[in-house]
């Protein structure tokens, strides 16, 4: 709650499933996640009703899968619910118009809407945009008004970045967003803002962990970080056991990789995203 002269402004939080956000983090700043669209063999699925296991599985045994941004329709019943629950006003943070029409169509329901809605391109996805959310949430609970808590979302857009394994190298290039060398290993991606390259190749579960957390290692802290995965729990707590002993990282958490990220990256996949906390 802010208060604006003699009002309050009840600012509530709405963002997309690609986000990633673990539902302890939704439920702690009350966060509204509207799904993205997942199409399995021709069969759409909200990305809510997917068990991202259970996803994998399909993946694993060849599924055809793709995903669509949510519709206006959709964003604008997320927002008149959280109208009718006290909201005057809507934070709306979102995967980046580089690779979503969310963006879009959230800009459309905010024009139908009786509140004002900021809308946040973040440019960036998957937990990179769960992190610029939640970085908002802090700052709104702090005290921040709309504005400055936006500045704080594009803020950790700006400095975040991943690193990450791509778990089917086949299913990554037939999507059209990465284009990896098929090298005899398992790939190893850097993305930082719109730049992505691969940063190399290993061979072992544990060579992935170890230049993963080299990568991590090379930042300056005290920084935030996210570990996730595609159904690869061990090869997950592995590499988050070797982040969290670094001397630069304040803080370290876990989070499942959703169908709308591993639909590109594949089953297996394992990552780890961060950014400075100032």
Excluded: K
Aim: aromatic share 4%.
């Amino acid at each position: 709650m802010t208060p604006v002269g003699s009002l309050a402004v009840t600012v509530r939080l709405v963002t997309d499933s690609n986000a990633m956000l673990p539902v302890s983090l939704c439920e702690r700043y009350s966060i509204s996640v509207v799904p993205l669209t997942v199409v399995v063999d021709g069969t759409p699925h909200h990305e809510d009703e997917l068990d991202p296991i259970e996803f994998c599985q399909l993946l694993r045994a060849g599924a055809t899968v793709s995903t669509s941004a949510p519709s206006p329709g959709e964003l604008l019943a997320a927002y008149e619910d959280l109208v009718a629950e006290g909201a005057t006003a809507i934070l709306s943070i979102h995967v980046g118009s580089n690779q979503s029409a969310t963006v879009q169509a959230a800009r459309v329901a905010a024009r139908l809407i009786t509140v004002p809605v900021t809308v946040v391109d973040t440019g960036t996805a998957s937990f990179i945009e769960g992190c610029c959310v939640w970085r908002a949430a802090e700052r709104l609970v702090e005290g921040a008004d709309v504005d400055r808590a936006a500045l704080a979302a594009h803020d950790v857009a700006a400095t975040a970045a991943s690193v990450f394994t791509i778990g089917e190298i086949q299913r990554a290039n037939d999507g059209g967003r990465l284009r990896v060398t098929e090298s005899g290993g398992v790939p190893v991606f850097v993305s930082a803002g719109s730049e992505m390259r691969q940063q190399g190749t290993v061979t072992t579960a544990e060579e992935a962990a170890r230049m993963m957390a080299d990568v991590v290692a090379a930042h300056p802290g005290p920084l935030r970080v996210g570990v996730g995965d595609a159904d690869d729990g061990s090869a997950a707590e592995a590499l988050a056991a070797a982040i969290d002993a670094l001397p630069n990282v304040a803080q370290v958490v876990r989070y499942a990789v959703g169908p709308s990220v591993a639909a590109h990256t594949g089953a297996g996949s394992v990552g780890a995203v961060y950014h400075p906390l100032t």
